[in-house]
């Protein structure tokens, strides 16, 4: 911008926080009833910072330089008690720290998890539980043993990736299993929560 208009570096370095600050001095007031709370990388070195939308507008609320419950503390403590009784949802990952901080905020609102971050929890602490107790049925038939352990992706994986021989290997398994077959319809139906167009369904 400065070779552009011919300005000095500085003068345009100086105008651009004016700027900025004029353009936030005219938003409106919001007054959300909903929240999204997110996380982004700053770093690649596992540097992280918090931001805090309006569910209606998508508009930036807050943005904070950290995960802790301390960092999004003062966006709720300037919306005050009126505001934080408005506000009825909030839709989050499953970080602690956002998670505690609603409670104790907005002990009415509604939490939503992020269905990516269920499923992965769901795989996590489910599926792979399962697996393992069906490897521990087949301790004594190797290749039954080796086949279920070998499966833990296959399970894991969205079935619309699978290539045709991971679909028939997982088959087998699914099979063979009647747990781990239940576990990975559960899994599905879990899924398929996304494109449910009522709550009823």
């Given amino acids: 911008m400065a070779e552009m ?15 900025l600050q004029a353009l936030v001095a005219s938003l409106t007031t919001v ?24 569910a209606n507008t998508r508009r930036v609320l807050y943005v904070a330089q950290d995960l802790t419950r301390r960092a999004i ?17 909030v839709h989050m990952d499953m970080n602690t720290a956002f998670d505690l901080e609603v409670r104790a905020q ?26 393992m107790d069906a490897a521990n049925q087949w301790r004594h038939d190797r290749p ?7 499966t833990h992706w ?3 994986r969205n ?9 028939v290997r997982l088959d087998e398994v699914l099979r063979a299993n009647k747990p781990m077959m239940t576990v990975h319809v559960m899994k599905e139906s879990l899924r ?8 009823w369904e």
């Fill in 192 to 199: 398929s929560l996304r494109t449910m167009p009522y709550a």
């Fill in 106 to 131: 907005c002990p009415w609102a509604r939490v939503v998890y992020d269905l990516f971050h269920v499923i992965a929890k769901y795989g996590r602490e489910v599926i792979s539980r399962v697996r």
């Fill in 31 to 54: 007054q959300p009833r909903g929240l999204i709370m997110d996380e982004f990388a700053l770093f690649k070195e596992h540097c992280y910072a918090s931001v805090i939308l309006g």
């Fill in 154 to 156: 296959l399970l894991l």
């Fill in 5 to 19: 208009f011919g300005l000095h570096w500085n003068t345009v370095r100086r105008l651009d926080p004016q700027r």
């Fill in 144 to 150: 039954a043993r080796r086949l279920v352990k070998q």
């Fill in 73 to 89: 503390q003062p966006f709720f403590e300037e919306l005050g008690p009126q505001g934080c009784a408005r506000i009825e949802a």
């Fill in 159 to 167: 079935p619309t990736s699978l290539n045709e021989r991971e679909w």
